[in-house]
């Protein structure tokens, strides 16, 4: 028998309440964990501290696509303390609001969230690079030394713009840094947490979370419309991601609230994996068997 579905009173959703609670709890975790991280076994906080910080980039997703307000500075500061230190909020809108323009998704020419290399610049990378990149597609190689290729190769791009004299982002980097100075406040004075502790337990575990949402979330196709997945994954996993696992939904309809893709999805999951082509797998225990040591594909993007 269906479990009977939860009628809520119409203010609950045009409030967005669900997005206002767990940014709440979010803020009251992480607070919590920093303030109290000396009594927390430290596989517990690793876990938990990365969890915390996962879920505030799931949210910082949520609020730049326009909740849970109407005014885009309200949301931008919801969300704009960098708990994860080394990307400002703005920076990561505008690249993924292009992201979502792109006509041609995983095409690194064109699309800014790609994790593919063209193929000429992959003829230009000494081997050993090669080797990291080819490394970093496997789902171990992308949790344990992802966080570093991804974190490299953005502070790389910004640094090439500011040496050819584009300060378009200077004001951004100043309130980022200043952003930056506020949290470490807070947890190195405050809470008597080391920096390296801090990016252990909360910075690093936090990011592989985020990159194994988006291991395999797009892929080349010549069907544009086959680039996109769908993972149904679990309740936990569905929280920490705020549904952004729903991918393919999320692609065709990026205004839709989180809390209203498993709905959608729901209600369309033949027409959907239809349209995607079938990329799509049951959970991300799927993805650990399928391509833990193995990579699930080449790095380097195929033009044909």
């Keep these: 028998m269906a479990p009977t579905a939860v009628i809520r009173p119409k203010w609950w959703y045009h409030y967005e309440i669900p997005t206002w609670l767990v940014l709440l709890g979010c803020y009251a975790g992480w607070l919590f964990l920093t303030l109290y991280h000396a009594s927390i076994p430290w596989w517990l906080l690793l876990l938990l501290g990365g969890y915390s910080v996962c879920l505030f980039g799931s949210l910082q997703h949520e609020c730049l696509h326009g909740h849970p307000t109407r005014h885009a500075w309200m949301n931008k500061l919801l969300v704009w303390l960098p708990l994860a230190l080394w990307m400002p909020y703005t920076i990561y809108r505008n690249s993924h609001i292009a992201h979502h ?41 992308r949790l344990i030394i992802g966080p570093i290729v991804v974190i490299a190769r953005f502070w790389s791009k910004q640094g090439q713009m500011i040496l050819s004299d584009d300060r378009r982002y200077a004001g951004v980097w100043i309130g980022h840094f200043l952003g930056c100075a506020l949290v470490l406040f807070w947890v190195i004075t405050v809470c008597d947490l080391p920096l390296w502790q801090y990016i252990v337990f909360f910075v690093w575990p936090g990011l592989s979370l985020t990159l194994l949402r988006s291991f395999t979330e797009h892929r080349p196709a010549q069907n544009t419309d086959q680039r996109t997945i769908i993972i149904e994954g679990s309740r936990l996993t ?16 990026p205004e839709l609230a989180w809390y209203r893709l498993a709905t959608r999805y729901n209600h369309r999951r033949e027409s959907v994996n239809r349209e995607n082509g079938g990329f799509y797998f049951k959970g991300y225990f799927t993805l650990f068997r399928n391509y833990l040591l193995k990579p699930k594909d080449a790095p380097v993007y195929p033009i044909a």
């Design 101 to 141: 323009q792109c006509q041609r998704l995983t095409d690194p020419r064109e699309d800014p969230e790609s994790f593919y290399i063209d193929p000429e610049e992959w003829q230009r990378l000494p081997g050993i690079a090669r080797n990291v990149l080819t490394i970093n597609n496997t789902l171990a190689g």
């Design 238 to 253: 569905r929280l920490l991601f705020l549904n952004n696992n729903y991918h393919h939904v999320h692609h065709s309809e």
